[in-house]
C-alpha cells in the first residue's frame, strides 16, 4: 500500500458531531495537483473514497473500509477587481468564516450575512449554504473542481453548479467532483441585505462588521458551540410543501412561521415543527434535542452514529404523524 497513506485514523477530532468514527486509510490533501496521483492510487486498488473537510456537516460512520481525503488545501486572494467589485478566490481547505472575517475586515460587502458557519470554502458550494436572508449562489462567480470521470480539472459557473436551496450538482454527482477553489463576488459598496427578520432593527449599517457582529450574535444564541457539545447546526432542512398543503397547515397553525415561495410552495420552519411536538431539550441516551433550539441535534458524550439516525429518525415520525409533514435530514451520512 502506498506510504503516503495513514492506516486506521481516527476521525473524532474531524467531525462537529465528535462521534467516534475511524478510517481505513486516510491522507491529506495540500496541493490540488495531488489528486491526480490520489485516484490514480483509488482506481489502482479499487478503493472506496469520500471527502472531507473539518466534518461540519456530516454523520460519519463508526468504520469506513476506505480512505478518507482531508482536503487541506490553503489560499485566499483577489483574484479581480474593478473599481467597487472584487472577485475573491480561496482554496477548498480554508475555513470558511475566516474568509467571510477576512472580506470583512476589508471593509467588503457581500459574505457578512453568512458568517460563523463552520466548515471549508470547498463544502460551502456543495451544500449552496445559506443563512439571514443569502445563499452561497447569491455571490458565486466560479469554482475549479477536479472531474473523477475524465481525470481533469474544470472551470463550473453557476448555472453549471445547478444550485437551489441547499442543494447543488455535487450532491446530484456526489462521487464525480472534488471542489479545490471557489470564486466570490464582493463589493466596497455597502450593499446591506437586511431582509431577514431578525436583522431587520439594523438601521442604515456603515460597515459590514456591523451585520456580520449581529449574524454571530444570533448564532450563538441559537447553536452551542460543538466544541463543548458536539452538533452540525441546523439537523433538518426546513420542508417546502405545496401551496394547498401549506395553506391548510397556516389555517390550522396560524402562529407558525410560514414562507411563500416565488414559485407558489410554502417553506415552514423545521425547528418550529420539532419545538411544538415537545421534543426541544429532548435527550435519547448520548444524544439529544438541543435546548437552545430545537433545530440542533447534540452529542452529550459517547455517541455513534446508529445513535443520532435513531433520534432523527423518532423527530421525524414524530412531526409527521403530529403534523403530516415530513422532514428532510440535512448532513450527508458518510
Known amino acids: 500500500m502506498n506510504q503516503s497513506l495513514l492506516?486506521?485514523?481516527?476521525?473524532?477530532?474531524?467531525?462537529?458531531?465528535?462521534?467516534?468514527?475511524?478510517?481505513?486509510?486516510?491522507?491529506?490533501?495540500?496541493?490540488?495537483?495531488e489528486l491526480l496521483s490520489l485516484f490514480a492510487l483509488?482506481?489502482?486498488?479499487?478503493?472506496?473514497?469520500?471527502?472531507?473537510g473539518e466534518g461540519n456537516n456530516v454523520i460519519l460512520s463508526e468504520r469506513y473500509s476506505g480512505i478518507t481525503v482531508l482536503m487541506a488545501t490553503r489560499g485566499r486572494e483577489i483574484a479581480a477587481r474593478d473599481e467597487d467589485t472584487h472577485i475573491v478566490e480561496a482554496h477548498a481547505g480554508e475555513n470558511w468564516h475566516e474568509l467571510v472575517a477576512h472580506t470583512v475586515a476589508q471593509g467588503l460587502w457581500g459574505l457578512e450575512n453568512l458568517a460563523g458557519i463552520p466548515g471549508t470554502v470547498g463544502a460551502a458550494p456543495v451544500q449552496?449554504?445559506?443563512?439571514?436572508?443569502?445563499?452561497?449562489?447569491?455571490?458565486?462567480?466560479?469554482?475549479?473542481?477536479?472531474?473523477?470521470?475524465?481525470?481533469?480539472?474544470?472551470?463550473?459557473?453557476?448555472?453549471?453548479?445547478?444550485?437551489?436551496?441547499?442543494?447543488?450538482l455535487f450532491k446530484e454527482q456526489r462521487d464525480r467532483y472534488v471542489v479545490t477553489r471557489v470564486r466570490l463576488l464582493v463589493s466596497k459598496s455597502a450593499r446591506p441585505t437586511l431582509s431577514y427578520r431578525e436583522l431587520s432593527d439594523i438601521k442604515s449599517p456603515d460597515q459590514p462588521a456591523v451585520i456580520m457582529e449581529k449574524v454571530l450574535q444570533l448564532r450563538?444564541?441559537?447553536?452551542?458551540?460543538?466544541?463543548?457539545?458536539?452538533?452540525?447546526?441546523?439537523?433538518?432542512?426546513?420542508?417546502?410543501v405545496s401551496e394547498q398543503i401549506g395553506r391548510a397547515f397556516m389555517a390550522d397553525n396560524p402562529a407558525a412561521p410560514a414562507f411563500i415561495q416565488a414559485d407558489g410552495t410554502i417553506k415552514l420552519s423545521a425547528?418550529?415543527?420539532?419545538?411544538h411536538v415537545g421534543l426541544k431539550g429532548y435527550r435519547q441516551g448520548p444524544v439529544g434535542v438541543s435546548d437552545q433550539h430545537a433545530l440542533v441535534l447534540v452529542n452529550h458524550g459517547g455517541a455513534s452514529s446508529g445513535d443520532v439516525l435513531r433520534l432523527a429518525e423518532y423527530i421525524v415520525t414524530t412531526v409527521r404523524d403530529r403534523f403530516g409533514i415530513g422532514l428532510q435530514r440535512e448532513p450527508e451520512l458518510l
Open 220 to 240: 450563538r444564541a441559537k447553536i452551542p458551540d460543538w466544541r463543548r457539545l458536539g452538533n452540525v447546526g441546523s439537523f433538518f432542512h426546513n420542508p417546502v
Open 128 to 168: 449552496n449554504i445559506g443563512a439571514y436572508g443569502i445563499e452561497l449562489s447569491d455571490r458565486f462567480v466560479s469554482l475549479r473542481a477536479f472531474d473523477r470521470q475524465f481525470g481533469a480539472f474544470v472551470e463550473l459557473d453557476g448555472p453549471s453548479c445547478r444550485f437551489a436551496y441547499r442543494h447543488s
Open 7 to 33: 492506516h486506521n485514523y481516527d476521525l473524532a477530532e474531524h467531525n462537529t458531531f465528535r462521534l467516534a468514527a475511524q478510517s481505513d486509510f486516510a491522507r491529506t490533501i495540500v496541493d490540488e495537483a
Open 42 to 52: 483509488v482506481e489502482q486498488r479499487e478503493l472506496p473514497v469520500r471527502i472531507l
Open 271 to 275: 425547528g418550529w415543527l420539532i419545538e
